[in-house]
């Protein structure tokens, strides 16, 4: 137990970077034993800029990462002294640990095979389309990139779903519009992908015969909506967000914050080619490659359809099943029809 900054500074003012710099080079080696540790946990953002050169603790805690300084894993989260500014941090900074206490015992989840297709002609998507279709497929987690938020004047750039057999998880993605970067003049090398025009009759037919299928979303209030837009049929049957509402209230219900705390693995972790996911900014993954942002689309759904069988545990755990059934996810299903096409309103009766 040890801190990236052995003096009391002034005041107890933060660190600056020099500072941080002079003492992990004067005592970091010095203090590290001759063993490498299995694990470092950092709290908070100081000994995460000195251990890993990093920032913004609240992207990166929860990860697993390499240390080249202290050749071992890095694992950081927050200042336990944060939760007194923001009591909410507790429930975070409790599962991280849990995740710490877990890797040292060796009691990692393993995570679920995962087999990935990324679609690059009709005959391979029709072919797929297909076997979602099918009566065979009970359940499907779907996500959709977009080149922005409003549903109305922003275009589908992507689609991915997943589905579950015997145990094992097959998810596909495809595009639905020309690459971002295919359009930008200083590509030279350019690659030309294939994508699902979904104004074309046969692609329009065979996608409608999925999404007829129980679909679930992670906040399918702005996905449905961008398929509404372009006259599909949604069968919105089950929200991962909704579900964690009822789980835990007092935490972020985003996908990427419910993945770092329920789920071990990513589809993208470990792959060197895919680190530069991180240089892109939440909703801007389609300026992305085509490769990396049809496997981003792919991570989402993979994750989400993980959360959604653990989440089910949860809800029967906190005796919420029937609400979530018969109350908590129809009021969804409306939320998303009245933020679609509105509501009528008595104008006399409320003034």
Not at 102 to 116: A, N, R, S
Not at 314 to 329: D, P, R, W
Request: net charge negative.
């Amino acid at each position: 137990l040890t801190t990236s900054v052995r003096c009391l500074l002034p005041n107890n003012q933060s660190p600056k970077a020099a500072q941080i710099k002079k003492c992990m080079e004067t005592h970091a080696l010095v203090d590290a034993p001759q063993t490498p540790p299995k694990l470092i946990v950092t709290l908070g953002n100081v000994p995460l800029k000195a251990v890993l050169n990093l920032q913004k603790i609240t992207e990166n805690r929860g990860k697993l990462f390499d240390s080249e300084l202290f050749k071992c894993k890095v694992l950081p989260t927050f200042d336990p002294n944060s939760i007194i500014h923001n009591p909410k941090n507790y429930d975070t900074l409790r599962e991280d640990l849990i995740k710490a206490r877990e890797f040292i015992l060796d009691q990692e989840e393993v995570p679920p095979k995962v087999h990935k297709e990324l679609i690059c002609s009709k005959e391979k998507f029709l072919e797929w389309m297909g076997l979602l279709s099918s009566d065979s497929i009970k359940s499907i987690y779907c996500d959709i990139e977009s080149n922005g938020l409003e549903f109305f004047k922003h275009d589908i750039v992507s689609m991915s779903f997943t589905i579950e057999l015997e145990g094992e998880y097959y998810s596909i993605a495809f595009l639905t519009k020309q690459p971002y970067w295919e359009t930008l003049p200083e590509n030279i090398n350019k690659t030309t992908w294939w994508y699902a025009d979904l104004d074309d009759k046969e692609i329009r037919d065979a996608l409608q015969s999925v999404l007829r299928k129980p679909i679930e979303f992670h906040g399918g209030l702005f996905d449905v909506k961008m398929l509404w837009y372009k006259s599909y049929y949604v069968n919105q049957a089950n929200d991962t967000m909704t579900k964690h509402g009822l789980i835990n209230e007092n935490v972020p219900h985003n996908l990427k914050y419910l993945t770092s705390i329920h789920n071990k693995s990513s589809t993208l972790e470990g792959k060197e080619e895919f680190n530069q996911s991180d240089e892109y900014e939440d909703g801007e993954f389609y300026k992305s490659p085509p490769t990396l942002l049809l496997n981003i689309n792919i991570d989402d759904t993979y994750n989400g359809a993980i959360l959604s069988t653990k989440f089910n545990k949860l809800l029967e755990v906190e005796k919420m099943t029937g609400f979530y059934n018969k109350l908590a996810m129809p009021v969804s299903r409306s939320f998303s029809r009245m933020s679609y096409r509105g509501i009528k309103m008595d104008r006399e009766g409320i003034v």
